[in-house]
């Protein structure tokens, strides 16, 4: 696609429940980035995937946060049990090469 | 840690008056990106600047990287009703593969 589509772009659960957030990057791009956003906050790294190399997951919060991208191009972000303080927008990212990012409009998180 | 500050955290001016935004990172880099947002959903990349480089132009925009102090600026000049956003700084610091985000000025422009 043109853009960077992520889905769904609101989501409301169940604290305890399991949710999993979509993100379709441009294609041909071989970076994957996930990030979250806190209400007025900056972006919270989580996790990077580059091509075929092993994921860089230094910024998942805890072992509740997993994801896979599957054949190189589209990434799911899971979290199990999810709580209240997961509550965020949850961004992703494509790119080509170490130059800008093109984000997509983001999954709002709401846990209650 | 946070790589990146920018300063200030809002700002509010009147429409066609200059808007400056300043940045502070930590540690080397290679490049420096700043992104704006609108409506807290998704980044929209303004402009790069590489750590070789003192100042780089787009349209109404003009950055500025000082290497030496680790900080950058963001100028908008003639502002808009639509600048109104948040602007983000980010850095790969260290040569991580990952961009890090400050967190953000708030701007407004008054008409």
């Known amino acids: 696609g043109a853009g960077v589509s992520q889905s769904p772009s609101n989501k409301v659960t169940e604290k305890g429940k399991d949710v999993e957030l979509r993100c379709d990057p441009i294609s041909g791009h071989t970076a994957l980035y996930w990030y979250r956003q806190s209400l007025g906050q900056g972006l919270e790294f989580l996790i990077y995937f580059q091509g075929n190399s092993a994921p860089d997951k230094s910024g998942l919060p805890s072992d509740r946060f997993s994801a896979e991208r599957t054949g190189g191009s589209v990434s799911t972000l899971t979290i199990q049990r999810t709580q209240q303080e997961d509550s965020a927008v949850y961004l992703c990212?494509?790119?080509?090469?170490?130059?800008?990012?093109?984000f997509g409009s983001g999954t709002r998180l709401t846990v209650v | 840690s946070q790589q990146g500050e920018e300063d200030p955290q809002a700002l509010s001016i009147q429409e066609g008056e200059n808007a400056t935004m300043n940045c502070s990172y930590k540690?080397?880099?290679?490049?420096l990106q700043w992104y704006r947002q609108n409506s807290g959903r998704g980044l929209v990349h303004l402009i790069l600047i590489r750590s070789n480089e003192r100042e780089k132009h787009s349209g109404r925009l003009r950055v500025t990287l000082d290497t030496s102090k680790k900080s950058s600026s963001l100028l908008i000049t003639a502002s808009r009703a639509a600048d109104t956003a948040s602007y983000f700084c980010a850095t790969d610091g260290q040569g991580a593969q990952k961009l890090v985000f400050g967190q953000g000025t708030r701007l407004t422009i008054n008409p």
């Open positions: 990212a494509s790119s080509l090469d170490a130059g800008g990012y093109t």
């Open positions: 540690t080397s880099i290679n490049n």
